[in-house]
Structures are given as C-alpha cells and as structure tokens.
C-alpha cells in the first residue's frame, strides 16, 4: 500500500523517514521545491537528531519525494497531511496552509479512480475538518465522504529533538472521524506499525481537541511549576529541584515538565495555548485557566530581566552574554524561543549583547543580522562579558568553571536553568527558582 504525506516539516520529514526505513512505500511531497531537492540527497532542511541517518536508509528503501500532489492523489491509499498551522497575529490559527493543500486535494480526487483516506495530522482547531475542510473537499473533488474518500483527524504528539524516537514509539495513536473502511483501514496501519500503543478512535472534533488539551495541559503543568519557582525564589534557601522532585514522586502528579525555568517556547505549546484561548472565547467559555497559564509565562521573561537589571545596574553600553538561543537544547528551532525575547528585549536597554549556541547561530543570524555579537566558543562568548545568562539548558553550559568566570569582566551569571547550582564557584550566582 503506498502512503503519501503532504507537508515535510518536523512532523511530515519524520514520519516519512520512519516509515520509509521500515519499508513502507512512501511518497513525500512538498511545495517547496529547493526544500524537495535538499530531502531526495538526503539533507534535512533543519537540525533534528537522528533525522539524517533514518532519511538515507529510508531513501534507500521505501522513501520517494515530489512536488506535485496528484502523483500522491492518483496512488497512495492513505494520504497524511502534515502542513503547518501558525498562528495569526489575533492569536487565532492561521489555516491557510491546510485549506490551500485539501483544496489541491479535492481538485485532483475529482480526475482519479483511486479511493483514499485523507488524514489530517497537522494541529487544527475543534470543528475544522468537518466545518471547513469537508466543505472544501466536497466541492472539489464532488465526491462523496465516506464512499470515495476518507476523512480522519490524527493529531500529532511528537516532539521536536525526540521527533524520530516518537515517532517510532508514541504513547498513543489518536484516530478522529466516522466508523468506516477508511478508519479501518488506518487503525490497521497504525496496529501493524506499532504492536503495543493504545489507539484512541473518537470523532474528529474530540481527537482535535485532544491535541489542544495535551499541549495546554502540558503548558499549565509548567507555568506552574514557574509559578511555584517564584515563591522560592522569594524564600530565602528554598529551592524549586527539590520541590519538583518530591511532588514529582507522588503519581498523581508524575515527574515530567516540572522543569522551572524562563517559560515555555516553541512553534507549539505558546501558539496552540493561544488558539484555544482564541477559540474558547469566540464559543462564549472564558478560559480563565489559560489565561492565567499565558500570564505567568510572559511574567518569568520579566522577572528574569528584573533579575540581570538587578544584577548589573544599568545595562546600557554592557557585554551581556546570552547562552542558548534555540527553544531547548538538541535543536536549531529558535521559533517563539524565549531567549531570542530575552535578546530584543536586552537590545532595547541598550545592551551590547553576545549570543552562543551550539546549534541556532544561523537562524539567529537571519533574525539578528549585525546588531548582535555571535560567539563560537564559551569562552568568545565570556570574554570581557559583565554577565552570562544561561537560557537553553545546552549540557555543555554545565562545564562553565573558573576558567571561564576568569575572563569575565564581572563574574555575574543568572541561570535560569540552575545547571550551575551544585558548583561551588567564585561568583555572583541567580538561579531563577531558588532563593
Ligand atoms: C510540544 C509537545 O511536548 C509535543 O507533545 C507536541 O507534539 C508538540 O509540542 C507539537 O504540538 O508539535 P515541543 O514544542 O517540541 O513539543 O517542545 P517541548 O518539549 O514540549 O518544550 C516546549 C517548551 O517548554 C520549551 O521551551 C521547553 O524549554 C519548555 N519546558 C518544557 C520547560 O520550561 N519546562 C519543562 O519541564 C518542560
């Protein structure tokens, strides 16, 4: 059976290559055509673990690239869409993405014999694949739902770092839409692809919404903790790991994302809390929860700022050493990066500010230019500096030593992430969360 998979992103790229290097027959389809051609020599078009190895085995096996959709439409049976949906500048989420391929869809189911299911992957509000892309198929291909196409809602739960082990053993597999031979057909891909996941099968407005609900519950579960870090950090002695920790163990709570830091980033979690904010206003729910959840993340960035300001003095005309720029370390992603906040925000005061990562210094270029100072080593990036600020818990900020604080011109480091915080050394220490 072929599979087609429209869309070559974290979530498309991944999936293609793992299904390709188990032998699947795949075909992967893009509309960017500079991208395809990097993908078929078996370059990612960005920095993701394991993804180069697994995308030359499957090249060798069952993975093939395009970019015209009808070879898709006219041969594969099951056909992914794993577009992207950013989010509009209202906070709402922008479909234009996903309209303009089901569109392309549509156009080209009308012409062909072939019967497929249409999986929609990419992360869509509660309502939009029967409200809006049902609608958009129908007139399209004029065909009938359920007799000549499937339509079913997969959301996603990969992350970005870990996108290839996720995908080769997710927690679940969530299947969204109408009882019949289409869904069959996918929840037996999916049992012969991973023997021992539960597979969830619900209608498509509830598997949406289950996706919104993984990320929001995920986000709350950190604007908490971030929450808790602040009384700590108030509290003389106190300290939010141990915390974490222990409350970690009971298992009503679990030990995962109660990781205090500067707040949650990324192209997911702050732009699916907004959509739903967005969404459950506009259906008359006040979302007082995740309101309160957006809040406490935007107040960790400036209770940080407050922390250097407080550390430094002025910042004008100052050296401040950012390290880490991608949202979290085992990526280049600086996509709604918290860091890359911190440095407009440390730009406007004036600051002098040098930045190191080991990975998103070419995205920072493209979003910085020449108004900041890019560092290829720590100690570049120390030298003469009034203050480091650990931002991405990169594991090689753990080695910062006398060696380094040596060749600063203050020895100040606020850490949000407290790697430095068992080390006994000479300077001045914040870590955010202890007091
Ligand atoms: C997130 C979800 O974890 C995935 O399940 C989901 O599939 C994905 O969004 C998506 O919707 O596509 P991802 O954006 O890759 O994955 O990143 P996370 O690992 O969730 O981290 C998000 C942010 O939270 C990062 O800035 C990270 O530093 C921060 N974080 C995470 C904390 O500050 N503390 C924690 O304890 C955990």
Known sequence: MKIGIIGLGFVGLSFASVLGAKNHHVIGCDSDKTKVNKIRNGIPPFFEPKLEKTLKLALKRGLSLTDDISKII??????FVTVGTPQKKDGSIDLSMVKAAVEEIGRCLRTTRNKPAIVIKSTVIPGTTLDTLLPILNKKSGKKVGMDFGLITNPEFLRESMAIDDTTNPHVVVLGGAKDKF????RKFYQNLHSDV?????N???SEL???TNNSFLAT?????NQISNICQSIPGANVEDVARTIGLDPRIGPLFLNAGPGYGGSCLPKDVKAIINFSNKIGINPVLLDAVETV??????NLLLTIKKATGTLQSKKITVLGLAFKPDTDDIRDSVAVKLVKMLLKKGAKVTVHDPKAIENAKVVFKDEVTYADSLDDALLHSYCGVIMTPWREYRSIGERHLKLMKKRIIVDSRRMLSEHRLKMRYYPIGIG
């Open 297 to 302: 993340n935007d107040y960790q960035l400036e």
């Open 74 to 79: 006219s041969e594969c049976k099951l056909i």
């Open 198 to 202: 539960p597979i969830v099968v619900t």
């Open 210 to 212: 289950i996706k919104y």
């Open 204 to 206: 498509n407005q509830t």
């Open 221 to 225: 579960k950190i604007s908490f903790i």
């Open 183 to 186: 869904m069959d057909l996918i």
